[in-house]
T-cell receptor, first 112, second 116 residues
Framework: GQQLNQSPQSMFIQEGEDVSMNCTSSSIFNTWLWYKQEPGEGPVLLIALYKAGELTSNGRLTAQFGITRKDSFLNISASIPSDVGIYFCAASGGGATNKLIFGTGTLLAVQP | KAGVTQTPRYLIKTRGQQVTLSCSPISGHRSVSWYQQTPGQGLQFLFEYFSETQRNKGNFPGRFSGRQFSNSRSEMNVSTLELGDSALYLC???????????????FGEGSWLTVV
């Protein structure tokens, strides 16, 4: 099935470090969403982006909707052990559908 | 405000059987969509319902079907189960308040289906 290109695939960092991950696509999208998923749970929405160039923060998390509408990045500052999980980007064409295309995921491990 | 509720959380079925999964969206949300998550394929879109009408469908065989009721609750059904249908099935709901850009989409905790 269709997936967005998400990188890196995994990250192993020390507590306190900053983290950056991104997603790219060959198609244009009108909405980018970032989710975090922990084992055995469903994805939890972190940040939603609706406009090209938009930069949005949620606590230590910052995400941007690329100007070309084909990419997005997520930054996590001063990571803590509870940041551990798999982070997914997802994109939608918007309008009359909420169909999401997901990225392949970034596994984040934080060592105390 | 209650989140997206999915039942059952875990189930085991035998090849050839059928299964029905249920989803209650967030109160006031009229759009419900379903996704399949597997280690190999990641998160894949199954179908989307809005006001009891299917308005988008993913690339899955006809054994996968769904419906939405007038109260926005939704069910999905998988008939003639195959081993490869083992997956986490996720339901998502959205308020559908935007008409140009996309909408915020919230997921339930999922239903873990194991086919043996």
């Amino acid at each position: 099935g269709q997936q967005l290109n998400q990188s890196p695939q995994s990250m192993f960092i020390q507590e306190g470090e900053d983290v950056s991950m991104n997603c790219t696509s060959s198609s244009i999208f009108n909405t980018w969403l970032w989710y975090k998923q922990e084992p055995g749970e469903g994805p939890v929405l972190l940040i939603a982006l609706y406009k090209a160039g938009e930069l949005t923060s949620n606590g230590r998390l910052t995400a941007q909707f690329g100007i070309t509408r084909k990419d997005s990045f997520l930054n996590i500052s001063a990571s803590i052990p509870s940041d551990v999980g798999i982070y997914f980007c997802a994109a939608s064409g918007g309008g009359a559908t909420n169909k999401l295309i997901f990225g392949t995921g970034t596994l984040l491990a934080v060592q105390p | 405000k209650a989140g997206v509720t999915q039942t059952p959380r875990y189930l085991i079925k035998t090849r050839g059987q059928q299964v029905t999964l249920s989803c209650s969206p967030i109160s006031g949300h009229r759009s419900v969509s379903w996704y399949q998550q597997t280690p190999g394929q990641g998160l894949q879109f199954l179908f989307e319902y809005f006001s009891e009408t299917q308005r988008n469908k993913g690339n899955f065989p006809g054994r996968f079907s769904g419906r939405q009721f007038s109260n926005s609750r939704s069910e999905m059904n998988v008939s003639t189960l195959e081993l490869g249908d083992s997956a986490l099935y996720l339901c998502a709901s959205s308020p559908q308040t935007r008409t140009v850009s996309g909408n915020t989409i919230y997921f339930g905790e999922g239903s873990w289906l194991t086919v043996v």
